[in-house]
Each structure stands twice: as C-alpha cells, then as structure tokens.
C-alpha cells in the first residue's frame, strides 16, 4: 500500500465534518475496523483510514454515530500509530 499524506485543507475537510449532515449508513462501524499487525505501523493507520471511508473522524458504534477530535500538540498519525499499536 501506498503512503498517502493530506493536504491541510482536506485533513480540515475531514477533522471539521459535521456530524449532522453525515448519513450512517455511508459510515463503517468500528467493530468491523480490522488491524493487520502485520503491516508497519504507518501502513496499519492508512488501512483503518481506507476501513473507514477515508475519514477517521466518523465512524458508528453499533447504532450510535460518533465523531472524534483530537486535542494537543500531538499529529493525527502519532495518535493513530499508538492506538494502532496498543490494539495487538
């Protein structure tokens, strides 16, 4: 799989997504997210993004719809590498 790295506008895109105007049911629920742990950590983070639609500020928890935020001076692909890595 190929690295991919956002603009700062498309990762606004993403982080600023509102949450009203987003159908469920275009959405992955995050019990169907799989981690392969056999992929580096960087490849790991770009498979759950692409689990997930492309946006891993949006997703479902059974019925529920969720949006995340992320907060400090951490990047988004930190953040995302540690869960990844604490999820083996």
Do not use: H, W
């Amino acid at each position: 799989m190929q690295g991919y790295a956002l603009t700062a506008e498309e990762y606004q895109k993403l982080k600023n997504t509102d949450i009203r105007k987003v159908d469920p049911a275009t959405v992955p629920d995050i019990k169907d997210v799989e981690v392969d742990t056999s992929l580096p950590p960087a490849e790991r983070i770009l498979d759950a993004v692409r689990q997930m639609n492309g946006n891993p500020f949006v997703f479902r928890s059974g019925g529920i719809l969720v949006k995340t935020s992320f907060v400090g001076t951490r990047s988004l692909q930190a953040v995302l590498e540690d869960c990844l890595e604490s999820s083996k």
